[in-house]
């Protein structure tokens, strides 16, 4: 790929991450520090994207959880042992296979998935009046592409460290 190309990426990549910070988390963690709710405020930075996951999955392995969040398997550990030690999720043995581990919401964890599922929605209808319906469904295909071309970016390099 030529020189220029890399650069025009590298720059769109930077762009992309500032306006999503800016325009998504920056907001969403400005309406949970504005909430009522002081269970939601005993969660840190990344625990609302864990909860959520928990949340729509019902059940889950925490070395999926960290595919979701890109954390490496220790931090994810101390994340989901702190969010156990608060009361908002619990771990228990997959009946299924015991050597996994499944990690899933109590009911404090089921309230502030709710609230921030509200969160969300809300955040969604402000930011659908923003803009055209055609430009949220073209925002949906490239982020879908770009998992796509992520995904296999990191299997190729994951294979290039097992064949050396």
Request: hydrophobic share 35%; glycine share 4%; aromatic share 6%.
């Amino acid at each position: 790929m030529d020189p220029e190309c890399i650069k025009k990426f590298r720059l769109l990549d930077l762009e992309y991450h500032a306006l999503h910070s800016k325009l998504f988390e920056e907001r969403f963690f400005q309406k949970i520090a504005a909430s009522e709710n002081a269970e939601i405020k005993e969660l840190s930075k990344n625990q609302p994207a864990v909860l959520t996951i928990i949340g729509q999955t019902k059940e889950i392995m925490p070395s999926t959880i960290g595919k979701y969040v890109g954390m490496d398997r220790s931090s994810l550990s101390r994340m989901v042992d702190s969010l156990e030690e608060k009361g908002f999720v619990l771990r228990k043995n997959d009946p299924e296979d015991r050597r996994k581990v499944l990690v899933s919401l109590t009911e404090k964890g089921e309230r502030c998935y709710k609230l921030l599922n509200r969160i969300s929605e809300e955040m969604a209808v402000e930011l659908l009046s923003l803009a055209e319906e055609q430009d949220f469904r073209d925002f949906g295909e490239s982020l879908e592409t770009m998992v796509r071309v992520l995904r296999r970016i990191n299997s190729a390099m994951e294979s290039e460290k097992k064949n050396q």
